[in-house]
């Protein structure tokens, strides 16, 4: 039984999340932003390379260089300069998943459920991302059911009520279809997003 609820934990956050997944990183307070804070502060950018692909390491070196250069000449600068290369880092990070850069955007746009898979990996423990994932996923499930049962029971009354049985139909089978096909994804390689 655990191992099911992984699975479908697992292929909720896949599924559902996948939008908001994505654009943790583009964040301010995302893991690719902050690992770059801590660079900066260090003036070490080897943290960094994890998060671009090998062909891009000298273009990171080289505007991390440039960067702690310039945030040594004023408060502004410094800024500016960081500004510039946390831009300039997630931009190449987004171009090595495959994922078009929208620009940063704050903190307060990392979805809860994502903070709290950043959390669960710093402490160590998955219990309650868990939870909260599978109550997300039975609720889903659920919603969608309910619409496509209820609809189901009038969609022969008329033309609108046909289309909107089958409207209901669609959405509830494509997130089961969805749901469906993570599981038979492997679980590693690949282009990881988040």
Same mark, same amino acid.
């Given at each position: 039984?655990?191992?099911? =609820?992984?699975?479908?934990?697992?292929?909720?956050?896949?599924? @559902?999340?996948?939008?908001?997944? !994505?654009?943790?990183?583009?964040?301010?307070?995302? #893991? @690719?932003?902050?690992?770059? $804070?801590?660079?900066?502060? %260090?003036?070490?950018?080897? #943290?960094?390379?994890?998060?671009?692909?090998? !062909? *891009?390491?000298?273009?990171?070196?080289?505007?991390?260089?440039?960067?702690?250069?310039?945030?040594?000449?004023?408060?502004?600068? $410094?800024?500016?300069?960081?500004?510039?290369?946390?831009?300039?880092?997630?931009?190449? *990070?987004? =171009?090595?998943?495959?994922? +078009?850069?929208?620009?940063? %955007? +704050?903190?307060? &746009?990392?979805? #809860?459920?994502? &903070?709290?898979?950043?959390?669960?990996?710093?402490?160590?423990?998955?219990?309650?991302?868990?939870?909260?994932?599978?109550?997300?996923?039975?609720?889903?499930?659920?919603?969608?059911?309910?619409?496509?049962?209820?609809?189901?029971?009038?969609?022969?009354?008329?033309?609108? =009520?046909?289309?909107?049985?089958?409207?209901?139909?669609?959405?509830?089978?494509?997130? @089961?279809?969805?749901?469906?096909?993570?599981?038979?994804? +492997? &679980?590693?390689?690949? @282009?990881?997003?988040?």
């Amino acid at each position: 039984m655990k191992i099911a =609820a992984i699975v479908i934990i697992l292929i909720f956050s896949a599924v @559902v999340l996948q939008g908001i997944a !994505e654009a943790h990183c583009d964040t301010l307070a995302g #893991p @690719v932003v902050l690992t770059a $804070k801590a660079a900066l502060e %260090k003036s070490d950018v080897t #943290p960094l390379l994890k998060w671009v692909k090998k !062909e *891009h390491e000298n273009e990171i070196k080289e505007a991390f260089n440039k960067t702690l250069i310039v945030r040594k000449l004023s408060a502004e600068a $410094k800024e500016l300069a960081d500004m510039y290369f946390f831009e300039t880092l997630v931009r190449i *990070h987004r =171009a090595g998943e495959g994922a +078009p850069y929208t620009g940063l %955007k +704050p903190g307060e &746009a990392v979805d #809860p459920a994502v &903070a709290l898979a950043d959390e669960s990996l710093k402490t160590g423990a998955v219990e309650k991302l868990t939870e909260v994932l599978t109550g997300a996923m039975a609720k889903g499930l659920h919603e969608r059911f309910q619409r496509a049962l209820e609809a189901q029971k009038h969609a022969d009354h008329s033309v609108a =009520a046909g289309r909107e049985f089958v409207e209901a139909y669609i959405i509830f089978t494509h997130f @089961v279809e969805g749901l469906r096909s993570q599981m038979k994804a +492997p &679980a590693e390689g690949g @282009v990881h997003s988040h």
